[in-house]
Every structure is written in structure tokens, then in C-alpha cells.
């Protein structure tokens, strides 16, 4: 069993820069494969990005390549989502994922994913 907590949400201009947190209980934070997904009103929830177990390779989504950045430090059992050059179609609900991590590609739909925070808001005003 894991828990998320998101934090770091918050109101930026377009241009400007977040971090999102996403802190992880558990022994085994480092086995787990961990995702940020969005949702925006309306929208159905989607992908953003992934990280494979610690070390392992890490995966976005096209809208945000170049801009988001996804790290974990594994002492901490901590995830976080470094999004630079903020944009107003980048605001949404930003939620923390996690599950197992098994052999094989690293899952970008959010049905693969047991675990989930309860989410952030970010908002990119123009």
C-alpha cells in the first residue's frame, strides 16, 4: 500500500515556473514506478510523465517535452515535477501516481497505475 500527497500547486503567469512534490509512504518507494497525470475541466485525465524505478528511464508526454522535467530522490521517497515555461493550456489538476514497477514498457495510461494523491492545482494565467 502506498499513499501520495501532492503539494506545490499554484497560481503562475505564463512563462513562469512550478515544482510539484509528490511525498510517498512506504519501504519500497524505490521498486515503484511513479506518473504525474492532469486533468482540466472537462478533459479527461492524461498523461504527463513517468519515471521507471530508481535509475531506471523516464518518459513525457509530447505537450510538455523540453519543459517538464520528472525526478525522484528515493531517500526521501519523494517524486517531483519540475514545469518551466509555463503555458495557460498547462492548468489543470496535477495528480501523483505509482505502482509496481514490472518488466516492460513504462505505462503512460493512467488505468495502469494502482495508486494515486489526491491532486494540485495549477493555474497558468496569460
Known amino acids: 500500500q502506498v499513499q501520495l500527497v501532492e503539494s506545490g500547486g499554484g497560481l503562475v503567469q505564463a512563462g513562469g515556473s512550478l515544482r510539484l512534490s509528490c511525498a510517498a509512504s512506504g519501504r519500497t518507494f524505490s521498486t515503484y514506478a511513479m506518473g504525474w497525470f492532469r486533468q482540466a475541466p472537462g478533459k479527461e485525465r492524461e498523461f504527463v510523465a513517468a519515471s521507471s524505478r530508481s535509475d531506471g528511464p523516464t518518459d513525457y508526454a509530447d505537450s510538455v517535452k523540453g519543459r517538464f522535467t520528472i525526478s525522484r530522490d528515493n531517500a526521501k521517497n519523494m517524486v517531483y515535477l519540475q514545469m518551466n515555461s509555463l503555458k495557460p493550456e498547462d492548468t489543470a489538476v496535477y495528480y501523483c501516481?505509482?505502482?509496481?514497477?514490472?518488466?516492460?514498457?513504462?505505462?503512460?495510461?493512467?488505468?495502469?497505475?494502482?495508486?494515486w494523491g489526491q491532486g494540485t492545482q495549477v493555474t497558468v494565467s496569460s
Open positions: 501516481a505509482a505502482r509496481p514497477w514490472r518488466p516492460g514498457p513504462l505505462p503512460l495510461s493512467s488505468l495502469f497505475y494502482d495508486y
